[in-house]
């Protein structure tokens, strides 16, 4: 009952209106609906990391970001599953895509494999719910890997800046259902 009150403020809090957006949410309106600030990975400032594995981090940031996109209007909205599917489509295929240098391969496993898990759990559930179910086992599960994935992240770069910490940080936590 309480998250289904969270998630009746949030439509509110973002004017939503009906059981659908108005407009397609935007990465801004998605960050506003989760209690995670929106931190963007700065490539330039990245003192520690070798180039293709900025460059990768900063695609793979704005795919999380997509697929935060995708997981809250389909949680807010009460979306179908064929729905849920679709807002999926784009985003699967291009982070199990990527060219992941050797060093992400562990990160980005992890999120590819939670936010496969957070797709399907927004597909079974039943038609018109509002919310999650924290003790289901995808919500679990895709919790945990999502946090294994930033542990993996601060232990690969532990002299990285604070901001971009605070990248991972949000961008991994605001994904995550919990």
């Known amino acids: 009952m309480q998250a289904y009150k969270f998630v009746l403020l949030i439509a509110v809090g ?10 397609p949410l935007t990465v801004e309106q998605a960050y506003r609906a989760v ?7 700065d490539p330039v400032s ?4 070798d180039a293709q594995e900025t460059e990768f981090l900063a695609l793979f940031f704005e795919l999380t970001d997509l697929a ?16 849920v599917a679709g807002r999926y489509a784009d985003i699967l295929p291009r982070l199990q895509s990527l060219s992941v ?10 999120v590819v494999k939670a936010v496969t898990e957070q797709q399907a759990y927004l597909e079974q559930r039943p038609s018109g719910t509002n919310g999650f179910d924290a003790n289901d086992p995808l919500v679990a599960s895709s ?15 532990p002299q ?3 901001h971009n910490k605070q990248a991972f940080f949000d961008h991994l936590c605001s994904l995550d259902f919990e």
């Open 14 to 23: 973002i004017g939503i209106v009906g059981s659908a957006w108005a407009e």
């Open 35 to 41: 209690p995670h600030q929106q931190t963007r990975f």
């Open 46 to 49: 990245s003192a520690i990391m």
């Open 68 to 83: 935060l996109v995708a997981r809250v209007s389909s949680q807010v909205a009460q979306a179908e599953s064929a729905a």
């Open 101 to 110: 240098p050797a060093r992400l391969a562990l990160a980005h496993f992890l």
């Open 143 to 157: 919790h945990l890997k999502l946090q294994q994935a930033y542990a993996e992240l601060t232990r690969l770069y």
């Open 160 to 162: 990285e800046n604070t």
